[in-house]
Nanobody
């Protein structure tokens, strides 16, 4: 299973970014029911940011109302829309898929929010 994350970048505080993560195996995209986004800021532990399972989503309190988790109809790509970004959102963001007892991770995408 490979997870390809994209969409990071540098924005000013108050700006927006959209991250994407696509699941594939043997070069083919495949349907995944559950995804999660984690992030790890400088000098910090990795933390769970948001999850999606089917059509249900959860968010850590610090991003509620600002981040939105969505998915495409084929259920192999998910998006994390991040609005009203703050400097404390600066981190490497990782997508993760729990599958058959294993946890698969994307390569991470850097989000930097300048004040």
């Amino acid at each position: 299973v490979q997870l390809q994350a994209s969409g990071g970048g540098v924005v000013q505080a108050g700006g927006s970014l959209r991250l994407a993560c696509t699941a594939s195996a043997s070069g083919k995209r495949f349907k995944v029911n559950s995804f999660a986004w984690y992030r790890q800021g400088p000098g910090k532990e990795r933390e769970l940011v948001a999850t999606i399972s089917g059509d249900s989503t959860t968010y850590v309190d610090s991003v509620k109302g600002r981040f939105t988790f969505s998915r495409d109809g084929a259920m192999n790509t998910v998006y994390l829309r991040m609005n009203s970004l703050k400097p404390e959102d600066t981190a490497v963001y990782y997508c993760e898929v729990p599958l058959a007892g294993f946890r698969y991770w994307g390569q991470g995408t850097q989000v930097t929010v300048s004040s």
